[in-house]
């Protein structure tokens, strides 16, 4: 038996709720060794990592690692948010009662950590003194060194976080387990893993991957899940899936923050890393602060909404990532950037890397190249020569501080205030480039009614039309209709209002099926016509969706659009919105105790498009 005292003692993590805490797993899981994880440790870490083969290297301070071939994506499936209360279970959230919950979980961990290491790894998210810090504190519980190296990279990591705080028991407790991948059953009928956030008892535990958000229980779980539950139960703030940049306009000196939510592999990552177009670049500059998850509260000084970015690193989309597309996530996944690589293809002799979109072709000469399973590109059998070389979810994870256009205040601990929220997805026609929505509890609607096609990023939905509340349909943690009523209480006591926007980068040609837009850099176009409105310099033309540029206002400097294809990415076809608008009544109509405003904000737009029909 280790001594678990003496083993966090030695590591000079004092907190005893932590420790009865890890005590408590730690002889559940039957785990052999105990080891309390500093961001320090990472060298060491990734020494022991290629030892043993779980990582190879990519070319100077990166690296590559494989995920089992059916552990590549978020399970939606099998995530469940649970409490003791039946009041949470939503539409979308899979609620389940905690107490159903906890043995089952406990059940599937007992003893599946024989022989391994519990890594135990103290972490913050959000930057250090955030007001929000209270709900910010967890402590991971893994038994995969693989997932510790994405933890330190994604979250700030150290028992300095968990030792010092307010209320000593208050910290998010993640239990993450692997299980025997391979005898799981993934996708099948008798699926084995469950990943499942206890939210009222702010526990988290997940069991039967190391992939991702499924194993990272800091990011989506804490950071998203977990949060928007403690947000909701506060009353103190709104946790969402949202990316948030800020754009510098140093001609007049103004300043603006925008925020907001896509699908996961929707362009969120991109869109914050956006370097201005060349013939904008003089004038305007883009700054990251955050990918996809903001945390927003009212300040009370100056009344308005604030957003801080509680992650500490990227875990980018690596298909399509290129010198053209996004510049500044190639140098962001540099050499010497400490940059890890998962599933993407990997050249065993140069321990280069590609994915599908890195270039045009992938590389003529195939030796030593293997595909995302480990397969050798040249062996491939003829039925799978076509197969994409990297898995579409493939990712690289990077830190903040190796992102370019890292905004210089990104861990100022108030956050930066928030001009306009925008909501966005694939959505093949329909949704214009860009609406922008003045009324709060239209925004909100607007929001709640984002559909747009599923990705990759979760297993089995590739492609499927659906409504993603705020791009929060995984990640909700309790009922919509409270999600809702939350949403106006917080923008409703903010006393300067943000803008809405709908965007959309992914309208494509009829025929053909090519985007209408280009997308990337070009966005930027967009976001700067939204913040002119808000300034008064444009007026747009009002549709009975929101307000849309005029083609004169967009500024198109340097760029070849074709007259017709603006036409269609600037155009609202009647037609097909009140189509749409039956299909939101029945989605709406699902969630029980939505608010009267929201119900409003329906019957307004519906009535103003059927007076635009007539
Ligand atoms: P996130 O998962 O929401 O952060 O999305 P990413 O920014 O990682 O993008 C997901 C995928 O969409 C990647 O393959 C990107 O190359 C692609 N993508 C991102 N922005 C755009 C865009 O403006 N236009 C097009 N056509 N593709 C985009
Ligand atoms: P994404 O992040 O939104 O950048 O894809 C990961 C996820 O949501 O699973
Ligand atoms: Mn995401
Ligand atoms: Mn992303």
Redesign the pocket.
């Known amino acids: 038996m280790i001594d678990v005292d003496v083993v966090l003692h030695e590591a000079g993590l004092e907190n005893s709720h932590v420790q009865d805490f890890v005590r408590h797993w730690a002889a559940l899981t039957g785990a052999e060794r105990i080891e309390v994880i500093n961001a320090s440790d990472d060298p060491r870490l990734l020494r022991e990592a290629l030892d043993a083969g779980e990582l190879l290297p990519a070319g100077e301070g990166r690296y590559y690692s494989r995920s089992y071939v059916k552990d590549t994506a978020r399970s939606e499936e099998r995530t469940v948010v649970a409490t003791s209360d039946p009041a949470d279970a939503g539409v979308y959230n899979n609620w389940r009662p905690a107490a159903e919950m906890r043995p089952l979980l406990e059940e599937r961990m007992r003893g599946a950590s024989a022989g391994k290491t519990m890594y135990v790894v103290p972490y913050l998210m959000a930057p250090p003194g955030s007001p929000l810090e209270a709900y910010a504190a967890g402590v991971e519980l893994t038994d995969c060194r693989t997932v510790v190296l994405h933890m330190i990279r994604m979250a700030r990591v150290g028992v300095e976080h968990i030792n010092d705080l307010a209320d000593p028991a208050s910290f998010v407790r993640g239990v993450h387990v692997t299980g025997d991948l391979e005898t799981l059953g993934q996708g099948t009928p008798d699926d084995q893993r469950y990943f499942v956030t206890v939210a009222d008892e702010r526990t988290i535990l997940h069991y039967g991957s190391s992939y991702g958000g499924n194993a990272l229980l800091g990011k989506i779980a804490h950071g998203l899940r977990q949060a928007s539950y403690d947000g909701w139960r506060s009353g103190q703030f709104l946790a969402e899936q949202f990316?948030l940049l800020g754009i510098t306009d140093r001609e007049t000196g103004g300043t603006y923050h925008i925020c907001g939510g896509?699908?996961?592999?929707?362009?969120?990552?991109?869109?914050?890393?956006m370097l201005a177009p060349d013939a904008l670049g003089d004038r305007y500059h883009v700054e990251f602060y955050g990918?996809?998850i903001a945390w927003l509260r009212v300040d009370p000084e100056d009344g308005r909404i604030y957003a801080i970015n509680p992650e500490f690193g990227v875990f980018?989309?690596?298909?399509?990532?290129n010198e053209a597309?996004?510049p500044t996530a190639v140098d962001a996944i540099g050499p010497d950037t400490g940059t890890i690589f998962t599933n993407v293809a990997y050249n065993e002799n140069t321990g280069d890397v590609w994915w599908e979109?890195k270039t045009p072709e992938p590389p003529a000469d195939t030796t030593g190249w293997r595909d995302w399973t480990g397969q050798l590109i040249s062996e491939r059998p003829a039925d799978g020569k076509d197969a994409p070389w990297a898995h579409p979810n493939s990712r690289f994870t990077t830190t903040l501080a190796k992102v370019p256009n890292i905004a210089p205040d990104f861990d100022k601990a108030q956050g930066v205030p928030i001009d306009a929220i925008i909501f966005g997805g694939?959505t093949r026609d329909r949704e214009p480039l860009i609406r922008a929505v003045t009324d709060v509890a239209e925004g909100v609607y607007d929001g709640l009614t984002l559909g747009a096609e599923a990705?990759f990023?979760a297993e089995g939905v590739e492609g499927q039309l659906r409504y993603d509340p705020m791009s929060m349909r995984p990640f909700l943690s309790y009922a919509e209709g409270a999600y809702a009523a939350h949403w106006l209480a917080i923008i409703g006591a903010a006393t300067s209002k943000p803008l809405f926007a709908h965007v959309n980068?992914?309208q494509r040609d009829a025929e053909d099926g090519r985007?209408l837009?280009?997308?990337?850099r070009?966005?930027l176009r967009a976001l700067l016509w939204l913040m002119k409105l808000k300034n008064g310099e444009v007026t747009g033309i009002r549709t009975p969706v929101g307000i849309v540029p005029t083609r004169e206002e967009l500024d198109l400097a340097g760029m070849d659009v074709r007259p017709e294809d603006l036409d269609r990415l600037l155009g609202i076809d009647v037609a097909r919105w009140r189509q749409e608008m039956e299909h939101r009544e029945e989605h709406l109509a699902q969630f029980g105790g939505l608010p009267e405003a929201i119900w409003e904000a329906h019957r307004r737009v519906a009535a103003a498009l059927d007076a635009a029909q007539s």
Do not use: E, I, Q
């Not at 699908?263 to 890393?273: E, R, Y």
């Not at 980018?316 to 990532?321: E, N, S």
């Open positions: 990316m896509f699908p996961s592999a929707s362009g969120k990552t991109n869109l914050a890393m990918d996809d980018g989309v690596a298909k399509d990532t597309t996004n979109g694939r990705t990023a980068w992914f985007f837009w280009p997308g990337y070009d966005n």
